[in-house]
């Protein structure tokens, strides 16, 4: 079962538009787990949600197995980046949800305003939208498109950006997830910037060379200080493009999740015949 997006965790536990103890909610958390127990195994995206699952529907952990999404790496094929030397371009691409923690990148933005050289860019629409469009009423270095991309149109911005920004949020679910958007940049190439998350610790490791430059969450000014130290520093930025592409190739590539998926079909049905 594809259990990549969980119906009650998006709709209680991080959007909270019904309350755990609703008539709802618990029909809701019923459904979706008797759907879970249905299913041999469950595939989520990162072990950190594997585990979360495990916990919240009270099943097996072996019932969970993390595979990276599949990804467009048509639209979203590696592209060298080559810094311009004039604006650095930041550009953030979301659908406004809480763990994408947006105040985070706007209070960001808002505190490099005299920073000519640096202009943001953000391209979504969402549940936040109306305080986005308050906070960046009087800033200048920060456009919006609020609009429908498609993946063409998302991939030319990208490839067009310096630096890309992932999550910010202080939700629960911000600790547990590689959105999709770190997908996209990476598979491009580009730097990026993402909350120093649960995931991202435990993807990267002791890696003396992060493939991301991790801030904390909620915290705009270590934000603001991480982009205005990638805007001065163009050989960083290149340094990391190439490191976001390889770890995409080595962890998150269409390549890598195929290699799990094969290992599981054959897992299976090798133990079905021996059945």
């Not at 594809?2 to 009650?8: A, C, P, T, V």
């Not at 371009?89 to 920073?115: C, D, K, N, Q, Y």
């Not at 000014?221 to 995409?248: G, H, K, N, T, V």
Request: glycine share 4%.
């Amino acid at each position: 079962m594809d259990g990549f997006i969980s119906l009650y965790d998006t709709v209680v536990n991080d959007r909270k538009l019904w309350s755990p103890n609703s008539l709802l909610s618990r029909l809701l958390y019923k459904l979706e787990r008797h759907a879970f127990i249905k299913a041999d195994i469950v595939l989520v995206d990162t072990s950190q949600n594997a585990n979360f699952y495990s916990k919240l529907f009270n099943l097996s952990p072996a019932h969970f197995l993390a595979l990276p999404l599949a990804t467009n790496e048509v639209d979203y094929a590696p592209t060298p980046y080559s810094p311009s030397g004039e604006c650095c371009r930041v550009l953030f691409i979301g659908t406004l949800v809480p763990l994408h923690g947006i105040r985070t990148i706007i209070e960001a933005a808002r505190r490099l305003a005299s920073r000519q050289d640096i202009q943001f860019q953000i391209i979504g629409d969402g549940a936040d939208a109306p305080l986005l469009q308050a906070e960046i009423a009087d800033l200048v270095n920060v456009t919006w498109q609020q609009r429908w991309y498609s993946a063409e149109e998302l991939s030319r911005e990208i490839k067009a950006s310096d630096i890309c920004l992932g999550v910010f949020g202080d939700t629960d679910k911000t600790q547990r997830v590689c959105p999709y958007k770190i997908y996209s940049y990476s598979s491009i190439g580009r730097a990026i910037i993402t909350g120093n998350t649960d995931w991202l610790q435990s993807a990267v490791g002791s890696d003396l060379c992060p493939p991301f430059l991790g801030v904390p969450v909620n915290n705009p000014s270590a934000l603001a200080d991480a982009i205005a130290f990638l805007a001065d520093s163009p050989q960083e930025r290149i340094r990391l493009a190439e490191s976001a592409r390889s770890f995409y190739a080595k962890h998150l590539s269409n390549a890598a999740s195929m290699q799990l998926l094969e290992r599981l079909l054959f897992a299976e049905s090798n133990e079905a015949r021996r059945e």
